[in-house]
């Protein structure tokens, strides 16, 4: 048997240390040694086994490759994110590599025991390196305690899940874990947390650079070997990064990110990552006690006003997706007590807020410079999406005025340095989604042939 041994290699140039040091002495880099396996096997195994390397055409593997069939988590939002045709499946691949991170108590290890309690399988491993089965039995508990309450008031088709097929795992070592995957088959793995396993042919602490990775890549490689999907529990920096290589990401198949403000119940679960979909979709959840509820109608969390219209109160469409949310922005200028007044924003860019504030006192003369102005995203929602100008613009001027927008007004545009409104994309789905929810105000660019050619066509208010 070949035995191993582990080196410290300088990311930068390669150079190999018995023992860790802080610097490299070949190429002078700081803090670049990680720790990695090395075999002390001959090459001539190697040369053997590139020679036995078969090289397969295109249209061999067209011939012989079998369409990749979808399997569904159980939850809607969740399997919108992973992928897939509306009109077909959507969820997981088999085989796949899935990494999900976020903000301690954000609610990565509720979504995935939900997942696997309302998935089906027939055998679900979980390997439970930072909490004990007890621990784990308490979140399932609440959880069970509303599948049982929505099968006895609904009585819905799916059956109630068989906890049989759950199986649990405590143990941080790689390699036992390889082995009772090997040996148990299961249909679905998770293991909690990646930053917890490690394996015995490295000397550095679990959660290290050198462990990390080489942990993913074992748990990968035989995800791949038996066809099994995996699910990786990630932590993140203070900073929102990953912890880990940045390598983490690229042997992974999908990098999930799940965000959400601690004092607000909504959560998003987005693709930063995804190679069986596209990675401009995003899954809505509301957190209850119970756990996660899917939001089919995500406008509802984010609308107060719509109604009753209220000074500095707009109504905006952003696209999340394919997926076109109304949110509400609120703005308040108040008259500052400081010599450089302040800009706040929360859940937009400050950076927005101030080159809207700009615009609007050079052009429209609204003396914002002795105004403290601060905006804010309703529901705790967070975008970037140059299409909520326009209505940045207005609540600002609404506040300043004291004087509301016309009900159910819905501003689409974005805002330029010249204090002009460009048009955005997906304007007639933005429209076509405003007339739904009862919102035929629209106020966009005049002299767009495409908003006219909307708003025509839907017969709605200029």
Partial sequence: MAKSKSVFVCQQCGHEYPRWEGRCGNCGAWNTLVEEVKSETASISSIHQAQSVKITTFPEVVQGSRPQTRISTGIAEFDRVLGGSNGSAMGMVAGAVMLIGGEPGVGKSTLLTQMAIKSHFESVLYVAGEESPSQISLRINRILEKEQQNYKSKKPKNKLPKLENLKFLSSTNVDAVVMAIVKHKPKLVIVDSIQTMKTDDLRGAAGSVGQVRESAERLTEVAKRLNVPLFLVGHVTKEGQLAGPKVLEHIVDSVLELTGERTSELRLLRAVKNRFGATDEVGVFQLTEF????????????????????????????????RPLLVEIQALAVRSQLAMPRRVGRGVDLAKIQIITAVLQKYSRIPLNNYDVFVSLAGGYVTKEPSIDLGVALAIASSMAGKSLPAHTVCIGEVGLLGEIRGVSFLERRVKEAKRLGFPNIIAKPQNTQVEAVIKKYGLNK
């Fill in 291 to 322: 756990g996660f509820d899917s939001v089919t109608n995500p406008t509802e969390l984010f609308l107060e006003h719509a109604d009753q219209p209220v000074s500095g109160s707009v109504t905006v469409c952003v696209m999340e997706g394919t």
